[in-house]
């Protein structure tokens, strides 16, 4: 079965979902909703979507089919009325039923002061019992010896602080694109020192005030008008384009367990690659060089030192072209605007 494109959109009372289904057996199309959970099913297309909010099938519910454009129109009524159904455009999160995880108990086993096999509730294991539990194990030989302090403090980085020993074998290609030194080896507390030595050590006093002197160049940059600058005088605001709602469509959908902090460091990494992606919108003026992936890896504190900051002006001083304390706190305001 295919996955159709569709779009959803919403008043206060009712929801419309959108599925567009060129191929479709018009004869043999069902639509089944209970609560949140739509479903739509039209040979050779299969739709399931788990809504934020509960609808309901009643006299003002209708659908229509658009053959010209292709595609089906059904508008249903919300259960609660004035009820706000939030992220309706991030369709790839809409497609997953919602479960939820329960992190399950650690088969965790440890020796005791005699050396005895001890399971994680207390109970003693026979040596038989172990014996059989060996046998299903797949032995291989450790590399080296590692001390086991070592092991289970390990450097944390990506997203929401889950992966290490990423870059392992990799040290030639880890100085392409990290500013951070041996990053599986680094501690998180090491991060923010070696970053400032790094911005200190870098820094061009000459090229920062040529820059100061020669504007003509500096000024048009300021100057420039961006996307999100034009929808906000205008007073609307930006839509997806069919390509864009492609993209959503086909993303994979993964649920995380997060720590309260951990989540927060997400949006704070968040902000700063936004801020990195606006600094090199405004810079080629709307059209993207190719280095423009290079100026938003390293002007990103969150993806050149595996660290978030909140405000950060010396990144851009440092690296870029044009050094100037205009340009740095533009491309902040152009932040604003996106967030």
């Not at 002006?313 to 690296?319: C, G, S």
Request: hydrophobic fraction near 35%; include cysteine.
């Amino acid at each position: 079965m295919l996955t159709p494109k569709f779009e959803l959109t919403q008043t206060e009372t009712k929801v419309c979902i959108t599925v567009f289904a060129p191929y479709t057996n018009i004869s043999e199309t069902e639509i089944y909703i209970e609560k949140n959970d739509f479903r739509f099913f039209s040979p050779p297309y299969y739709l399931r979507l788990n809504l934020p909010g509960e609808i309901m099938e009643m006299g003002a519910s209708n659908g229509i089919y658009d053959a010209d454009d292709g595609k089906f129109i059904l508008t249903v009524e919300k259960v609660n009325k004035g009820e706000h159904f939030p992220n309706l455009d991030l369709i790839s999160t809409l497609l997953v039923k919602k479960t939820k995880n329960f992190p399950s108990k650690p088969d965790i086993r440890i020796l005791d002061s005699q050396g005895e096999d001890v399971s994680s509730d207390g109970s003693h294991c026979s040596q038989d019992e172990s014996s059989e539990m060996d046998c299903l194990i797949e032995q291989t030989l450790p590399e080296e010896e590692v001390p086991f302090t070592v092991m289970i403090m390990k450097p944390k980085y990506g997203f929401g602080n889950q992966y290490s020993d990423v870059f392992k074998g990799y040290a030639y290609e880890v100085l392409e694109i990290l500013d951070l030194p041996d990053p599986d080896i680094t501690a998180a507390s090491s991060r923010t020192p070696l970053r400032l030595e790094c911005e200190v050590k870098d820094f061009s006093d000459e090229h920062y005030l040529a820059d100061r002197v020669y504007r003509n160049y500096i000024d048009e940059l300021i100057a420039f008008e961006t996307v999100w600058e034009q929808y906000h005088a205008s007073g609307t605001s930006a839509t997806l384009c069919v390509e864009d709602t492609e993209r959503l469509k086909d993303f994979p959908v993964r649920e995380y367990i997060l720590m309260p902090h951990d989540q927060q460091t997400l949006y704070f990494g968040l902000l700063d690659i936004i801020a990195a992606y606006c600094y090199d919108h405004r810079t080629t003026e709307g059209d993207p060089t190719s280095e423009s992936a290079w100026t938003i890896n390293k002007l990103s504190a969150t993806l050149s030192w595996f660290e978030v900051i909140a405000w950060c002006v010396a990144l851009p001083l440092k690296f870029k072209v044009w050094k100037t304390f205009g340009i740095v706190l533009h491309y902040y305001y152009d932040r604003g605007y996106i967030t």
